[in-house]
């Protein structure tokens, strides 16, 4: 008899393990770099660590997927957030240029957000002179040329051991810079045509150009700082972007 309780006792556990609901799926994260994200200052504190700069880098890396699908409302819900983004990174600069001790994780950051599909061109206030595609004004404005240097910083001072390196990046800056204005210009000619027919650049070639830009922008910063394998890399991100823009505007 007790035999048999107990089975029955073992019978009804299973059936009630059986209709116990699945335990629903944790958040995807999402909500955590967001949070973190909009809560960020224009300008890192004083005591910014490594670990904050590194974590900074992590949600924009989080960030990322979201925004190279981003709609055009939800850009401009989040365009505030973004452009702290990019005021934060840049602060984050000049920090490291006084300790280095932070270059590394600072070069991380500016990595990342070179990355970013969202350029800092396209953040800036309708209007200013450094405004992107999607704050057109409502007539075509006069380009008054391409947003970055046309040729390479002047290094002084360089290593013997480091002065073939410099000077083949530098070689290699002013040519990706003749490519990468003429592509802005195309960009820009169809830009201003858009704007005459009440129409705006659409949103992917748009990033390429802000991309383009800050990427155009990193590699110079990287030769005057003489950071030879970050001046490539970014040399090497420009390249990606001038493809892209070519295929969507032409060569």
């Not at 299973?14 to 944790?26: G, K, R």
């Not at 602060?91 to 270059?103: I, Q, S």
């Not at 003489?226 to 060569?251: F, H, M, P, Q």
Request: proline residues 9%; charged residues 20%; aromatic residues 6%.
């Amino acid at each position: 008899m007790s035999r048999m309780i107990c089975v029955i006792l073992w019978a009804s556990s299973l059936a009630a393990t059986a209709q116990t609901p699945p335990t629903p799926p944790q958040p995807s994260g999402n909500g955590q770099w967001r949070n973190e994200l909009k809560g960020l200052p224009e300008h890192p504190a004083a005591g910014t660590s490594v670990q904050d700069i590194d974590r900074f880098t992590q949600n924009v890396q989080l960030a990322a997927p979201y925004f190279a699908t981003i709609t055009p409302g939800d850009f401009e819900a989040n365009r505030e957030m973004v452009r702290r983004m990019w005021a934060y990174v840049m602060a984050l600069d000049m920090m490291a240029g006084k300790n280095p001790a932070l270059r590394p994780a600072a070069s991380r950051a500016r990595r990342a957000m070179n990355s970013f599909p969202i350029g800092f061109a396209m953040v800036q206030p309708p209007g200013s002179p450094q405004s992107g595609a999607l704050a057109d004004p409502p007539t075509p404005q006069k380009s008054s040329g391409p947003p970055f240097a046309m040729t390479a910083p002047h290094v002084e001072n360089i290593p013997a051991g480091d002065r073939a390196t410099a000077s083949d990046l530098s070689s290699r800056y002013t040519s990706t810079a003749a490519r990468a204005a003429s592509a802005w210009q195309n960009v820009e000619t169809l830009r201003q045509s858009l704007v005459s027919r009440g129409m705006t650049l659409n949103a992917a070639t748009a990033a390429s150009v802000g991309r383009l830009q800050a990427d155009m922008d990193s590699a110079s910063r990287s030769l005057t700082a003489r950071d030879w394998t970050e001046a490539s890399a970014s040399l090497d991100r420009a390249d990606a972007e001038i493809e892209k823009i070519s295929k969507t505007v032409g060569r």
